[in-house]
């Protein structure tokens, strides 16, 4: 949806990306937040979260060690330690936000799979599903960013909307509520969805996917210049920028006249069949 290009050369070529300070922080704050609720209600304070990130942090290195790159030429380990505390004040923040010590969530970075009548397979995972004594369901997503204007609003719910439309079709129940909580500005926004919602998610969906497979057959991937460009690792392959993306490994069919002209949308791994797959930091 941001740019079919960048989606041709992550899925499709996968090139290489650098790991980032911010995606990674949030990775960390993201384990930490659901490692807390380990411990007993009254033991979910801010010092003991703090206390998470150092062990959290050797978990992630463990698993990648690539992460490491991120502080090459640190000796004195100052920049590690900074960005340790931004992490830090990330978590500090949450607890403005929300107070676990009355949360019990039913379940924590849930893996979800579903199957439209289409045929299109849906999967993602979800920061944490609370269910109130009543069974009305709630989604929560982490962000360590900060809350976008109203106008920008759009692209963070359609995230929280397909999470929504999958928990329907798995279990048959509605979410009663969808909630962002942004850390970096210490925002917290809601939005209660309805079937109708759901409905035009899953046929914006089905869209997607036909324009990920018409792009797919011929191998047009177009990009979508915005002010994101300017982080994107692959501007040297980029025409945007004077580049030549590399030569495109699947066989391709000419597009016919009338097919889709205004580029490729779309979340969807295009050679893994009819799958989409959502998740977010």
Do not use: N
């Not at 070529?13 to 980032?20: C, I, N, V, Y």
């Not at 790159?69 to 978590?91: C, I, K, M, N, Y």
């Not at 045929?119 to 709630?138: E, F, K, N, Q, S």
């Not at 945007?240 to 097919?259: D, H, K, N, W």
Request: hydrophobic share 40%; aromatic share 8%; proline share 9%.
């Amino acid at each position: 949806m941001q740019c079919p290009l960048l989606y041709r050369f992550r899925v499709i070529d996968k090139l290489p990306e650098k790991p980032s300070e911010a995606a990674t922080r949030g990775t960390l704050v993201h384990a930490v937040l659901e490692r807390l609720f380990d411990a007993p209600a009254a033991d979910r304070t801010a010092p003991r979260a703090r206390a998470l990130i150092p062990g959290q942090w050797d978990r992630l290195l463990e698993a990648k060690p690539e992460l490491g790159e991120l502080f090459a030429g640190d000796t004195e380990g100052e920049r590690l330690s900074r960005w340790l505390g931004e992490a830090e004040r990330l978590v500090e923040r949450w607890f403005s936000l929300e107070d676990p010590t009355r949360l019990e969530p039913a379940e924590r970075e849930l893996f979800v799979e579903t199957e439209l009548e289409s045929g299109l397979r849906l999967r993602g995972v979800i920061d944490r599903i609370d269910v109130a004594p009543t069974g009305d369901v709630r989604i929560v997503d982490y962000k360590t960013g900060k809350a976008p204007r109203p106008e920008y609003a759009e692209g963070p719910l359609f995230q929280m909307k397909f999470y929504a439309l999958v928990i329907w079709r798995l279990k048959g129940i509605v979410p009663r509520r969808l909630q962002l909580v942004y850390l970096g500005s210490g925002d917290v926004l809601t939005y209660d969805p309805v079937v109708a919602d759901l409905e035009r998610v899953e046929r914006k969906l089905l869209a997607l996917w036909e324009a990920i497979a018409l792009a797919t057959e011929t191998g047009d991937w177009r990009p979508r210049p915005t002010k994101l460009c300017g982080w994107c690792d692959h501007q040297a392959v980029c025409p945007e920028f004077g580049g030549t993306p590399p030569v495109y490994p699947l066989s391709v069919r000419p597009a016919e006249s009338g097919e889709d002209d205004q580029g490729r949308m779309g979340p969807v791994g295009a050679e893994a069949g009819r799958a989409v797959a959502l998740e977010g930091p």
